[in-house]
């Protein structure tokens, strides 16, 4: 439930405000360098800070307490861990009784009967997917001949086409909405070469069912498509079908996203998923005092992302990284000794 | 692989061509009056035969060969199985080695090296979704404080609000479309209510997970959203964000799609899935021969539905309902005997 | 909970005195002529009617449902089943408020609420393991490089060394307890050659407890033991521990029954099974009619044998081929196209 | 792998002479008073310390990094760690090139290709066993119904059927092993009271698969047998079979071990595991050297457990109580909030 993959697993841990986040890796073959540069970098990626994001700022230095010996992995569980130091709570304790408009409160309480660590989104927290990203690392660093890219091609209404987004009219967009203590959604896309033909699971375990499992885990997304996703319902099949050319499989367009019958066909992998605006802002919302049974309101104090789809890409990638790795093991097309 | 579900586990087995399609179902809760007639009812919804679907009739009788006593389930598993009478593969022997654009063959060769049977698809068919739509319907009769119901909202390009399907522009672009030996997209909505406030598992098995993973199993599907899906990419968060207006969790507007962090907040449950247009038409299509390496051209003759989404509303329940009764389970919120 | 393995996935279904009994093979690798030779052969060797089993008799004639296409696997799930012809349920009806000693009745009633099909032990019949040998055959067809050979060594008290059994003092002991309308216990050996070093998965998937689980998963088996199994319990270290002989860690003994860690060393493995007599006697025994909820006697007619561990052998190859396959596909030493 | 339970899941983790080992306990029921107390005082169980037992002292002290809140569990995973501090790992270097007798070294290094970590048995040491305890801890306080005890039975020949050991003559056999550099093997008997009728999981997950499939995950065991275990081959059925004396399902004797179809009788579970001597002995021991190819012979030094089943009955207790609360969560006997 907190753990994804079956050769290579993934199980999340910790919470926002607790003393740590991480993730524990089991099934890592043996014999890896351990990426350490890549996991810094990764995770420097998804840090916070630049326009946009939330003022809260953690080191996010990678303690690794087991797996690795010599510099390289050796086949047992590798737990990595993430203090948490900047952590303010002061503002959610006002806030336990009246659920968050759109956040996990309200259904986190019913389900978790108000024991559940309510500071700063605990376990619900974006800050899990720390672990996420460093597990994504050592995923790509054997995934040697894919190359998983992901970045945001829209936000806030604005086509962002390529880098940098100082060009598009997004930094306007993105201002306004800091202004109005208000927040932005966007849409994220996911490009991965190299991804071998038949690689995926009959039936249940088609490539799109793992990697939309894995990316609707991610907090905020709701949406995944592959291809020509929901522009497909106002095509033809002859304008669909994509005509194969040569023995490769390769084909002249791409609308499949790379995946027929949920198996890879040798093409570009290709999958968007739609961000929703963060819920935590600074407007006022209406919502309900559970203790009172009233309705009453609220304004979201504390340190916010104003889109969080501009930390979402490393994410992405980490998680469809951690899903291919896990597809290559069970076809056995990836070795348990490196 | 073919299986999915924890507790209550349905797994897919057969081929078009071979002798028989069906489901076994294990973990069923025992007690259960067997459905019989909503199992039938369910297999005529899915049924081919009207305008836009295929040619082939099969009589659909399910054979339940273990697992009810004396018309009640017992515990034990339960098999299904669907005999194939109207199977006609002389077109297919042709194809062998020229892989349908768009469809599972190429992938499938790379997976399987030519030993997967290639007759209507095989093993890939839509046909195997005849189990689980019994395997639905038995998941529906024990979810009895719950309704789900899909329906086809947009279908070449068309908005189709409601049902009869004729008062809408739609049966002209079908006759179109069949004329020309085409294919149409289109888009499904599924709602269900009475999902209770804290259904769902922490981070990796999400609400959202668990259904996009099962409908990105079925044939066709390209796309998932929940609640404003795609479109909340262009939303702010004061715009997305659902206020709570009483204790239960009722909210006014429902663009989270009855889901936060995961997991139910008591409102309606709302997703739409992408269909993108049936693969097999009879209109010219470049492609490969296998043997050759050489370019060339096929039209799939057979018999195929024109719009194989017309077919799917009563799929996609079932499979949200697998889903759904094995999250049940899982919270101990359903009993293993009835 | 009716499956066993991760990779090569058997599923057991069916009642004794149902339609059918059989199993649902998933993740068969493709590509593999299918053995129905073996299979035939295997279940002769199942079959009853030799002195000290049942007067049942069944054709146990295979029925391949699926994943078989020109007679080679094609990847997809194999289903098998055997059909019940000779199923006498006369004499379970007035059993059925009276659970037989040490039988699954009253544990059964407890579990799944009198909805069980009582009859012939339904589910929980020793014909189940049909299917299981069937797919064992399969499996052993896969291992081409072990041999797995199971035999009685000890039964009713005496110990039978080798065959034939007529030539030790079984004969006569068996024969008295079939005069006597009881039955015998027994205890069956297993060894396979050729399992490659390093097979095994660690801690909790150790291949004792991948053994272990699928053989006490069989009926009537109360103890499992490696190598020198309990008799080490009465061994110092220095005459438990095996020397190690040569580079290819070949041991000078094996009490460690060829695992060590939990994890293949290269010798032969090495296990035992405890084989209770069977529950079904004709003598007189105690129980409580539930309905008066007064003790009572019952001798329980039918047909029965008075050794099922005669048919054991077979099943325990079966049982653990199934197992060994599954953990050469986890450890990438077996590719899924053969 | 590294991973026992499907509702609680505990995965263990660490080496014994790297940073840390521990346990990751997920699933576990929201609501529970955390047992610190509870934990504490098992952990003070499993300590060395005593005579037979390695002179290794670490303090135990559970580091609870996550899970916990207000002094209550959350719902959201445990992670528990303890700190290695008294690890000396010189005497390992010596011996990375000649595998240990009957230890997991030779196994390791075929699995693994040397990149394990090889001091003190990395992740194969025992020490691993301080995570299971700490989960079992918690897993006892959940089944407040149940009552767990294990103790040694028999150790190096001798029966001990009561405390104090003392009183046996177990001490003058220990003391002439530790004397000798040698080590002694033993019995531990489980006993559950409390275990409902109608627990465990049909066929393939019987209790006595589950109780098995963990106790051989801990280091030493060699077998398992459950009731009258193998002592049943040398019974009648009429002798074997336990006659029922009420409705509540109580029987007359318990050969069965309160288990019968793989499913809970209601009676007491009894099960018996055997637990090899210590592979680690200071007597010297031929084994190869793998960089010479050649015969050699090694004396273990360090410090050891000259009866590593002193230290075993409180973790049998940990590894059944986590899988019956596993199985109390499946079967829905209980709540997923306390």
């Given amino acids: 439930m907190n753990t994804i993959g079956r050769m290579f697993r993934v199980s999340v841990l910790g919470e926002s405000h607790g003393k740590c986040v991480g993730a524990l890796i089991d099934g890592c073959p043996a014999g890896l360098e351990f990426p350490s540069a890549l996991i810094e970098a990764e995770l420097g990626r998804r840090k916070s800070g630049a326009k946009g994001t939330t003022a809260r700022r953690e080191s996010d230095e990678p303690m690794v307490m087991s797996g690795v010996f010599n ?36 259904a986190s309480m019913k389900k978790y009967g108000r024991f559940a660590d309510y500071r700063g989104g605990g376990h619900f927290s974006g800050r899990l997917t720390a672990g996420i990203v460093a597990a994504g690392a050592i995923a790509k660093s054997l995934l040697s001949k894919m190359e998983v890219r992901a970045h945001v091609i829209e936000a806030g209404g604005v086509k962002i086409n390529g880098e940098p987004m100082e060009d598009s009219g997004f930094v306007d967009v993105l201002d306004s909405a800091i202004e109005e203590g208000d927040s932005l959604g966007a849409i994220v896309e996911c490009r991965v070469s190299g991804v071998p033909a038949g690689l995926g699971e009959p039936f249940f375990d088609s490539l799109e069912s793992a990697i939309s499992h894995v990316a609707f885990s991610l907090p905020g997304i709701k949406g995944v498509e592959f291809g020509a996703g929901f522009s497909c319902a106002r095509m033809r099949g002859s304008e669909f079908n994509d005509a194969i050319v040569d023995a490769s499989g390769k084909t002249s367009t791409n609308n499949s996203g790379g995946i027929n019958g949920g198996i890879g066909n040798s093409n ?31 304004s979201i104090g504390g340190r916010h992302d104003a889109c969080i789809a501009l930390r979402v890409p490393v994410v992405l990638e980490a998680a469809c990284a951690i899903v291919l790795l896990d597809m290559m093991l069970l076809e056995g097309k990836m070795k348990r000794v490196v």
């Fill in 268 to 298: 570009e992998l290709v999958f968007r998923v739609a961000v929703r605006p963060a819920a935590s802002i600074n407007k006022l919302q209406e919502t309900v005092d559970l203790e009172t049974g009233k309705k009453t309101e609220i």
């Fill in 71 to 106: 510099g390289k992995t050796t086949g047992a569980p590798i737990l990595i861990l993430f203090e948490n130091a900047d952590a303010d709570s002061s503002s959610y304790e006002k806030l336990k009784n009246t659920p968050r408009p759109s956040h996990a409160d309200f």
